[in-house]
């Protein structure tokens, strides 16, 4: 890792290069609220929790654009919880771009999917989950992957030497099980351990008003099982090996888009099905307005055991809305609710944001939990509705 | 905000479309080859690239810039739309994000956008053809590529406009989805460029005005340097100012495809 990192560097500051730097970034100020009292024991029982964020981007091109290098620390630090605070690197990679192909070394984000509720094929990168419980925050992968792009696709191959675990709220902090997660006693079911070579193959293409894409893994389980210490002061994660075979398909028709993702992995003790699949509608200038309001509506199922990682969107059925008002300063705001069929667990969640002026941003979110009985996934984190504002400055 | 009611405004929204979709008219040649003469003046570009700023302005004055770049990959085929590629890089908070269209004639444009934050590419529908492109006065139809049979023409007459002398050609959208009944041309007879576009709404109302301007000549390809879009229902206003365009830089068809927008930086 250090040495890529020193090969990238190298890469950004030679001077004999010439080329394009461009540098730009944000700050981030977040303050969230929570109106209950915390459900264990530990966490900070302060209403107000307090985060800073920054993200710097480097990028430089060299003159004929085949070469470019990539540079993003991310730095988080949170006022209440010491395992929130964070430092990243999002992206560190060099690549080479070729007429038909892209080589690339380093650190990298790779986004695979179509659905909004359930990001269920999207496997490469490991989830920030203290960062954020929706799983959309990830951490920088290392890998070597190559893309070749031909008349009837694109395959891409990712060779990932190294894992990145999955962050945790600590004791401090909310969003946690009963027990803190300990991230400094972490099991993996390989010998290898963080250093086991992941492998994953991904095949991408449309055809007409049809997207699909096909992808392997075999490697190092994202998503970990959480067993308690021998001593019971805490859970242990688990990283177990897992192949897994995923689909992608969006069928884009009008104003409809039309949506599925599924897996099929071989996990921990079986092999198990999951799926997630719906659509958005939009419709566009309501009311003879600029506004578009969009409809979503997806259902999750999962099929795994209780030996297998814990998953909340087994059989949940999730319904959302999108408001986007067009304007000047984009406005929108996105509200949706899910609701699990078997158990009855919900899960609401508005997201507000616009800019403000040229440079900064602000964002205002509500999410709750509710309807969890004991035993039921959610039920840690019936007291942990939270409201949170957050204000950016970019540069 | 009545949901039901909104519903029925789309509802009457579609069967006006139907109505302005009707069959190409065969006795009016003259505004076609108007048309068709100056959009071949164009033939032969290749590729292009061109930097500009898009300023908004509300009623009240009040300015806020976007600074993007167009990057355009001819398909000489009149049967085909062109490949572009449009790449923000203010504000600050949107930088990266890109649009990718391969623009039909008649049928609905393939479009995927880019969303940085999540490295997300995330194919969106194009029947959004009349609603505003990223809060400007200029609708999505505006802004993708022109293309001369998406439109049917009828010839109007000749005016004087400024130095030049002007023919004026009036055009309805063939293809679905427009918020236009219709849109009046002024192409002048010397250099067969566009010097000025009325938009009509659906009900037939003038709704906005396209001065384009400060044209360029580039070994024979024209270009206008300032599209100013001046909405007269609401008096908001979008410029579109260009910088220099470089042609024929050897772009190429990968380059227009959905998987290249994560690689774009």
Known sequence: MRTLLLVILLAVLSPA???????????????????????????????????????????????????????IPYLRWDATDDERSLADLREAYWAFEGDDYELLVGANTVFWGVTESLHLVDIINQTDFAGDIDGEDKLGQPMLSLMLQRDWGEISAFVMPYFRERTFSGKDGRFRPPLPVDSERVLYESSDKENHVDLALRYSHYIGDIDVGLNVFSGTSREPRLIPSADGESLLPVYDQINQFGVD?????????????????????????????????????????????GLLLEYQYDGRNEFEPVTIADSDVFVGTRLALNDIQDTAVLAGFSYDVDTGETFVNIEAERRFGEDWFGEF?????????PGDTTWWLQQDDYVQLSLSRHF | MNLKKETFALLAGVLLMSVAHAPKASDDTQGFDIAARSDRTDVGFGDSVVELQMVLRNAAG???????????????????????????????????????????????????????????????????????????????????????????????????????????????????????????????QTDFQIRKVEFYDRRGDLLKVLDMG??????????????????????????????????????????????RLSRLR
């Open chain 1, 249 to 293: 398909v969006q069928y884009t028709r009008d104003a409809w888009l039309w949506k599925l993702e599924a897996i099929a992995r071989d996990g921990v003790t079986h092999s198990f099905f999951a799926a997630v699949g719906g659509f958005e509608y939009t419709m566009y200038q309501v009311a003879e307005s600029s506004a578009d309001i």
């Open chain 2, 62 to 188: 009040q300015e806020s810039t976007r600074a993007l770049r167009i990057v355009t990959l001819e398909k000489p085929d009149e049967t085909v739309g062109d490949k572009s590629l449009v790449v923000f890089e203010t504000p600050r908070d949107i930088e990266g994000t890109a649009l990718l269209s391969h623009a039909k004639i008649l049928d609905p444009d393939d479009q995927w956008l880019y969303l940085p934050a999540l490295k997300r590419v995330k194919r969106i529908s194009s029947s959004n053809k009349s609603g505003p492109f990223v809060g400007s006065e200029f609708a999505f139809e505006d802004f993708t590529a022109i293309e001369l049979n998406k439109f049917d023409y009828t010839y109007v007459g000749e005016v004087p406009c400024g130095d030049l002398t002007c023919d004026v050609l009036e055009r309805t959208p063939r293809y679905e989805n427009s918020g236009y009944k219709k849109q009046v041309s002024w192409v002048d």
């Open chain 2, 214 to 259: 400060d044209y360029r000549n580039y070994d024979g390809i024209w270009r206008a340097h300032t599209l100013s879009m001046s909405n007269v229902q609401t008096n908001k206003q979008t410029d579109l100012i260009y910088g220099d365009y470089t042609f024929n830089t050897g772009l190429a068809e990968n380059d227009f495809v959905k998987g």
């Open chain 1, 365 to 373: 979110r509500v999410r709750a939990f509710s309807g969890a009985g």
């Open chain 1, 17 to 71: 290069h010439g080329g394009e730097l461009d540098i730009s970034g944000s700050l981030e100020l977040q303050a969230r609220t929570f109106w209950h009292d915390p459900q264990w024991v530990d966490p900070d029982d302060q209403a107000l929790q307090g985060t800073v964020v920054s993200t710097t981007e480097i990028r430089w091109y060299n003159e004929e654009g085949k070469q470019r290098a990539v540079f």
